[in-house]
């Protein structure tokens, strides 16, 4: 059986961002995660470049319109970018952890206060499956969910 779900367009560097760069403030509900997949096939990439010192895609469209397909990062070593907010319960944005080169996917995971904010592990301890299989993103991923489904539910 086939699945016949399109696969989600991810988030791009087309020229190098720098670290410490701020993003946002995430529009509406905020819910790191909407697009949370195991998978990174291939698919659509939105390609976003610095202009005059903001971050816009190839239309020219500014952050607010396509920071919500940003898709969480499954570990510390791809995460490009963290979630913070000034103040607890306060506006969320997204900052560049360090420069993010040119091709490299826009990834993000809660910074440490936001997810103890938030009660949401900032890593996962690796584990495995009865199959042999590394089931630690899936620690995450469903630890996530149960948080966003109690706070937005």
């Not at 607010?64 to 970018?81: K, M, Y």
């Not at 890593?123 to 590394?134: F, S, V």
Request: aromatic share 6%; charged share 25%.
């Amino acid at each position: 059986m086939q699945s016949s779900r399109a696969p989600a367009i991810s988030v791009s560097a087309e020229t190098c961002i720098p670290a410490g760069l701020r993003l946002g403030p995430v529009p509406g509900i905020f819910k790191l995660g909407k697009y949370l997949s195991d998978r990174r096939e291939p698919g659509p990439k939105k390609k976003v470049r610095m202009v005059r010192g903001e971050l816009v895609d190839e239309a020219g469209s500014s952050a607010l319109e396509w920071i919500g397909l940003i898709r969480a990062a499954r570990n510390s070593q791809e995460q490009t970018l963290e979630a913070v907010a000034d103040l607890p319960g306060g506006q969320i944005f997204y900052r560049a952890l360090r420069d993010v080169q040119p091709g490299e996917e826009l990834t993000v995971w809660y910074s440490n206060p936001l997810a103890q904010w938030f009660d949401i592990p900032v890593t996962a301890t690796p584990t495995h499956d009865e199959k042999g299989t590394d089931a630690g993103i899936r620690i995450r991923a469903t630890k996530l969910n149960e948080t966003t489904r109690t706070l937005f539910n």
